[in-house]
C-alpha cells in the first residue's frame, strides 16, 4: 500500500453500503457502531475512548495518516508517507533516503517542505445549509451554487494557516458535514530508517505477505518554533498483541466505490482501467530505464517509481475483481434488488427509477470526454508546470469573489498555497523532461496528431524537443522566481518570457473550457444522479451503516488473523524479526542495510515483526495506528494484502487483511539497531 | 500495420465463418470464389488468372507478404518487413536505416542474414491421412499422433532447403492440407529509402489514414549464387487505379479468430489483453527511454521499438473492440443461434452439445496456466537465450526418431536450422540485458518472488544483476562459438561454461514440464472441442465460406474506397504526394529526409502517394500487391486503417479499410528521388 495518490476530485463519489458484514466498515468517529462490536467481541469504545483516539489521530494532507505517540508532538507515520520529505532534505553526498536519519537532539530535527498535518477536533451537520443552496438547481447552476456554499462554510469558521475547515459529502451527498481541523504546517523530520529496510521486499513484496518491512518514521509538529503541545496522544502498548485480540484501526482512508452503481462500475472495468494500466505501464518503463542511467538519476526517482508500481498493483488488482464474472455479478445482485425494491414503491418509482439508465448515458459521455479532460483540461504531471498553472490562475481567480472562483482558489484554501507555492523542493530536470515528454506523446497517440489542442501545444515540435525546450527556459524551479511571479500579480504573468509560464497561460482558456464541458456533462449529472439513488437507498435500507470512504477520519475495527493464500496454503499473522534475516538475499530490494546485520546478535529474533489484522481499509490508511481496546500502539499499518485491493469495491472477510508493522518490532528497531534513545524515551515503551 | 511478429503456435485457431458479407474473406486460392466476384464486379478470376498472381506472390518466413515484380527475382515488399535486415546490414558509420540502400549494381545487393522466401506451388487434401493418425485419441495421445503425422507429412516431399512442406489445419481442424512451397533462401537486399519517409509519420500516423507512406523496399532472390529465374511475376500497371476500381491482394493474413466462442473471446477480453497490455506498455517504456540514451541506443533499437508499438496499437484495437458491447453482443448473439441450430438436431446435440461448456472449462484453465507457460515454457526474448536453448534442445532431440520430437526439432524443420543459427546478426548486449532483465522482473511480479521456478532462476541475484552476468559472460553473440555447440554433440553442451547455455540447460526440464502441461490441459482439449464446434458449424452453414487466417497465402478482393472516421468526417481514399509534403514539420515523426526535398520540385504533387481499398487483410499481409484486375500491380498494401483492428474478430465493410501505397508514388520515387533506373528498368514501369 502506499499514500493516496491521486487528488482528490470535487465530485469523488461517497456511498452507503448494504447491510454490514462481519468486521466490514470504515467508520466515522460520530457514528461507531460500538454497541454491535461489544456485542461480537467483548468491549465497545467509549465516547472518551473515542474522544481521545480521534485527537491523538493525524492526518497527512499528501494522502497518508499518522498518530501523537507523545506529549510534545511526535507524530507517527509509516517512511513511505515520509519519504518525499527525506528525499528533499537529501543531496547527492548526503542522501538520506539510502542511510537513514535520526536526529540525535531536538535542534537536529529539520523542516519538511511543504508538510501538513491536520487533526480532527470537531464535525458540524451542514446538510440543511447545503440543501438550501442547491435544492432544484441542476447541471452548471447545481455545480455553481455547490461550490459557493462549500467555499463560504469552509471560510466561515475562520479559516487560518492554525485551523482547517472542509465541508465533507458522505453517503454520496444524502449528507454533509463541515470537519473542522487544527493545522500544522510546521513539521520536522526527527527519524527514518534506511531505505532497504523500510521497504524491504520493495515491489515484489509490496501486497504481500509474508511480510517484513520497518516502515516507520517518526516526525514531529511544531508551534512557535518549539514543539506542539499534543496532551491527547497513544501511549505504547507494555505488552504488544496476540492471534485474536480485537484491533482498531483510526487513519483517513482514501476513497472507496462500494455503492457505484453496475454502469459506473463498467466503466471503470471497460474503459478506466483498461486505458490507464498501459499509461501507467509505460510511464513505468521509462522512470525504471531512467533510474539505470546513474546513481543520481536513481536518487531522483526512486520514490516516484515506487509510487507508480504501488499505483499499479493496485489498479491491476482492482481491476482484476472487476474482471472476477462472480465479483462482478454480486454487484448486478445487488443493484437489481434495490432497483426491484424502488419499483415497488410508486414514489420511488417516479422520482428514481429511471436514474439507473440516465447514469449509464452520463457514463458514456464520460468515457468520451475522458482524454479532453485527462490532456487539455489536467495537463502534464510535471512540478514545473503545476507552478506556473497556480501562478498563472491565482492572478485571475483572486480577482474574482470567493464563491465565484475555481474552489482551489478559495478563500479557504488560498491561505495554505504559499507555504506550497514556495516550498524549497529540489526540481530534477531529468525526470521533469520524461514527464512532459510522455505527457506530449500520450495526448499525441490519444488525441490524435491531428487534434487541435494537441496542434496548439506542439506546434511543429516533437514531444521530445518541446519537453526538453520547457524545462531547459524555465526559471520556475527557483522559489525566488515564483515569488516574483505571485506578488507581481496579473502584469508579472503577462510580461512573463518564461515557457512555462506562456505554456501554462496559452492553452489556459482551453483548459478551463474542457474543465468546465466535464463538469456540466459528467460531474453535475453524476452527482445528482448517484445523490438521487443515495438517497432512495436510504429509504429502502436504513442508515445504520458508514459512508465509503472520503480521506477523512474513520475507525476500523477487527482482530489479529491469518488467511488462506491464492495456493490454499494457510497464512499465520505473524512474521519475526528472524524470518527479516533469513529473507535477507542481500540482493535488492531484499539487502538489509548495515545497521541491522551489526545488530543481530542484539536482537531477540522471535520478536514479531509484521502482522495481519481483519481491519478494512484501503490506501490513505497507510501510517494508521493499530491500538487495542486499551487505545494503546500495538501497531502501524503500512499495507494491505493482495486481497485488499478489491476492496475499493467491497470487502470480503475471510481473505482481506491489512498489514501492520508489530509495535514491539518498532521499539527493538529503534532502541537495539538505531539507539534512538531519546525517541524511545519520549515514546514510553516497555 | 506490421508483419506478423508473434511466431505461429502448433494450436493456432483456425475457424469458418459464418455467411459472409460484401468483399469480406480471406479466400485460399483452390477455393477462391469467382463466380460472386464476377456477379458483383463484373469479373471474376480465371484458373489461369489465379495461378499466375499465387506463383508471382512469395510470403517472407519472418512474418510478411511479398511478391515477384521482375523476372530476375526482383520481390517487392515493404519496408518495415526489411528493415530488420537493412538494419542488421548497418554499422554505426553505415546507418542504412537512416540514409536508406540503393545497389545501384547487382553485384552491389547485400544478402540479408537468415532471410527466407516461400512461393506457393501446390496445395494437396491430407485430411483423411490426419485423420486415420488421430482418429478416436484425446488429450496426450492426440498431441503426439498429430505432431507425428504433421511430421512425416512435412518430410514426406523431400524436405530440401529448396523445398518446404507444412501440414496447414483449415476451418479449426475441419480440413488439413500440406503446402509445398519452393524456398529461397539467399535473399539479397537491393533498395530501401530512408527510414523517415518509408515509416513517415511513424507511430502517431500508424493504422491511421490519411496517410503519407514510402513504405517499400526491394529484395531479390538467389539461387546459384545468380538472381532466380521468376518467369512467373507481376506487371507494373500502366495507369494505376481510381476510386470504384476492383482491387485484389494477395498474400498471407498471420492470423483471425472471428470464430472463437465466446468462452474465448472473454478470455482474451478478460484475462489476455488485461495482461497483455501492461506488460508490453513497460517494455514500450523501457525501450523508449533507452533510445534516449545516445544515437547508438537508438539504432540498435529503433525497430524493435516500432514493433512494440504497432503491437501495443493492435492490441489496444482489439481489445476495445472486445470490450465494445455491441461488437460483443454480436459475437454472443451467433453462438446463441448456432447453439440453438444444433440442440434442434439429436444427432448433433448428442455429440457436441456440450462442448461449448467444456470449453469454457478449458478457457478457466488456460487463466491459471497462462504465466507458468509464458514465463516457464516460453522464456525471455532474448535473442541470446533463444539460440542457447536450441542449441541445447537440439542435442537432445536430434537422438530421437523423427516422430517424436519437438516439432520445431522435425528432419523437415531441421533443414533451415543451420541458416537460423549460423546467420550473422549482429546482436546488441544493451538491448538484450533490458530484455532479460524485463522478463526475470515481470516473472517475479507474476509468479511471486517465492515461487520455485522464480528462485531457480534467479538464485540471491536480482533481475538486473542476474541479466548483466548472463550477457556479460556469454559467447553466443558468436557465429563460432555457436557453430561449436552445435557440430560438437551433447558432449560440447555438457562440457559449456557458457552461463547462457547453463542456464538453458538448468531450467530446460522445468521448461518441457510447463510446455507439456500447458499442451495437455490446454492446447489438446481447446483443439479437440474446437474442431468439433467446427464440424457442427460445417453441417448446419454449409462450407462456402473461408477458413480463418494461418499465415498462409490468401486473396481478398474489394474496391478503392474511403470511409467516414471516428468524428463522422469522410475521408476520401487517395492522398498525394503534395499532402505529404505539407504534413511534413520537420520534427520527427514528420521529417522528410533530404533526398525528397531536393526532389520536390521534380516531383507532380497531385500523384497519389497512399489510398484505402475494402479488401479484408491483417497484420502478415503486409508487403502484399494491390493487383488490378488484369493482375497487374497498383499499389503495396503496409496497414489498415483503425477500424481494421477489430478485423481480428470480425469484418465491418462500413469501416474496416486497408492502406497501399500507390503504385504511380512508388515509380515516381524511385526514379526521381533516387534514380534508382536499374530497378525501375526491370519493373518497366511506365
Redesign the interface.
Known amino acids: 500500500m502506499k499514500r493516496l495518490l491521486a487528488a482528490l476530485s470535487l465530485g469523488a463519489f461517497v456511498a452507503m453500503s448494504a447491510p454490514v458484514r462481519a468486521d466490514e466498515g470504515m467508520w466515522t468517529f460520530d457514528a461507531f457502531p460500538s454497541a454491535k462490536v461489544a456485542k461480537t467481541y467483548g468491549f465497545g469504545p467509549t465516547k472518551a475512548w473515542l474522544d481521545h483516539v480521534r485527537e491523538s489521530s493525524v492526518r497527512i494532507a499528501g494522502g497518508c495518516s499518522a498518530s501523537f505517540v507523545s506529549p510534545q508532538g511526535l507524530v507517527m507515520t509509516n517512511h513511505h508517507c515520509a519519504v518525499d520529505c527525506v528525499g528533499q532534505l537529501s543531496t547527492p553526498e548526503k542522501n538520506f533516503v539510502e542511510a537513514g536519519f535520526y536526529a540525535k537532539a531536538e535542534a537536529d530535527e529539520i523542516k519538511c517542505p511543504g508538510f501538513e498535518l491536520d487533526r480532527l477536533d470537531g464535525i458540524d451537520d451542514v446538510t440543511a445549509a447545503i440543501r438550501a443552496a442547491t435544492n432544484g438547481k441542476s447541471g452548471r447552476a447545481l455545480i455553481d451554487a455547490l461550490q459557493a456554499k462549500q467555499a463560504a462554510l469552509s471560510s466561515s469558521c475562520g479559516a487560518s494557516l492554525a485551523i482547517r475547515c472542509d465541508v465533507v459529502s458522505l453517503y454520496q451527498g444524502g449528507v454533509y458535514k463541515l470537519y473542522h481541523y487544527k493545522r500544522y504546517t510546521d513539521v520536522r523530520l526527527a527519524f527514518a530508517p534506511e531505505y532497504a529496510v523500510a521497504q524491504f521486499?520493495g515491489?515484489?513484496?509490496n501486497f504481500?505477505f509474508p511480510r517484513f518491512d520497518f516502515d516507520i518514521s517518526l516526525l514531529r509538529a511544531y508551534e512557535g518554533d518549539k514543539p506542539a503541545a499534543t496532551p491527547e496522544y497513544l501511549h505504547w502498548s507494555k505488552s504488544g498483541s496476540t492471534a485474536g485480540d480485537l484491533t482498531f484501526v483510526s487513519g483517513n482512508p482514501g476513497g472507496t466505490d462500494r455503492l457505484f452503481t453496475v454502469s459506473q462500475l463498467e466503466y471503470m472495468r471497460?474503459?478506466e482501467?483498461?486505458r490507464q494500466?498501459?499509461?501507467?505501464?509505460?510511464?513505468?518503463?521509462?522512470?525504471?530505464?531512467?533510474e539505470?542511467?546513474g546513481p543520481e538519476q536513481l536518487r531522483q526517482t526512486k520514490q516516484m517509481l515506487f509510487g507508480i508500481e504501488n499505483s499499479?498493483k493496485a489498479l491491476?488488482g482492482r481491476?482484476?475483481s472487476l474482471?472476477d464474472?462472480k465479483f462482478f455479478a454480486v454487484k448486478v445482485a445487488e443493484e437489481r434488488a434495490l432497483r426491484a425494491a424502488v419499483a415497488k414503491r410508486p414514489d420511488l418509482q417516479a422520482s428514481v427509477g429511471g436514474d439507473w439508465d440516465k447514469l449509464a448515458a452520463v457514463e458514456q459521455r464520460k468515457a468520451q470526454l475522458a482524454y479532453r479532460f485527462q490532456y487539455e483540461a489536467q495537463g502534464p504531471f510535471s512540478q514545473l508546470f503545476r507552478y506556473a498553472r497556480v501562478l498563472v490562475r491565482y492572478q485571475a481567480e483572486k480577482a474574482k469573489p470567493d464563491a465565484q472562483r475555481l474552489p482551489e482558489f478559495s478563500d479557504a484554501r488560498l491561505v495554505t498555497l504559499p507555504v506550497q507555492l514556495f516550498a524549497p523542493i529540489p526540481i530534477y530536470s531529468g525526470p521533469e523532461e520524461?514527464l512532459l515528454n510522455f505527457y506530449a506523446k500520450k495526448m499525441?497517440?490519444d488525441l490524435?496528431?491531428d487534434d487541435p489542442f494537441v496542434k496548439s501545444v506542439l506546434g511543429?515540435?516533437?514531444p521530445?524537443?518541446w519537453a526538453h525546450d520547457l524545462v531547459a527556459g524555465t526559471k520556475l524551479g527557483d522559489v525566488a522566481t515564483r515569488k516574483a511571479l505571485f506578488d507581481g500579480g496579473q502584469a508579472a504573468i503577462d510580461a512573463s518570457q518564461d515557457p512555462m509560464i506562456q505554456f501554462a497561460a496559452t492553452i489556459d482558456a482551453a483548459a478551463r473550457q474542457a474543465r468546465k464541458q466535464y463538469e456540466d456533462e459528467v460531474t453535475a449529472p453524476e452527482h445528482q444522479l448517484t445523490e438521487a439513488i443515495a438517497r432512495a437507498r436510504f429509504a429502502i435500507l436504513g442508515t445504520s451503516v458508514y459512508p465509503d470512504a472520503t480521506f477523512t477520519l474513520r475507525l476500523s475495527y477487527g482482530v489479529v488473523k491469518g488467511f488462506v493464500d491464492g495456493n490454499g496454503n494457510n497464512v499465520t499473522p505473524y512474521t519475526t524479526i528472524g524470518g527479516l534475516f533469513n529473507r535477507a538475499?542481500?540482493?535488492?530490494?531484499?539487502a538489509l542495510p548495515q545497521s541491522w546485520l551489526d545488530a543481530k546478535s542484539s536482537l531477540d529474533l522471535g520478536t514479531p515483526m509484521n502482522f495481519t489484522t481483519t481491519n478494512d481499509i484501503i490506501g490513505g490508511n497507510s501510517g494508521s495506528p493499530v491500538v487495542n481496546k486499551n487505545g494503546e500502539v500495538i501497531g502501524l499499518i503500512f499495507d494491505g494484502n493482495i486481497f485488499s485491493l478489491g476492496g475499493e469495491f467491497g470487502y470480503l472477510a475471510t481473505t482481506n487483511r491489512s498489514v501492520a508493522v508489530d509495535s514491539r518490532a518498532l521499539l527493538a528497531g529503534l532502541r537495539n539497531v538505531y539507539q534512538a534513545d531519546r525517541l524511545v524515551q519520549e515514546i514510553g515503551g516497555p
Not at 585 to 590: F, H, I
Open positions: 521486499g515491489d515484489p513484496d504481500n471497460d474503459v482501467y483498461p494500466l498501459p499509461f501507467i505501464s509505460e510511464l513505468r518503463g521509462l522512470l525504471e530505464q531512467y539505470l542511467e499499479y491491476f481491476s482484476g474482471l464474472p520524461l499525441r497517440e490524435g496528431p511543429t515540435k516533437s521530445a524537443v538475499s542481500g540482493s535488492e530490494p531484499y
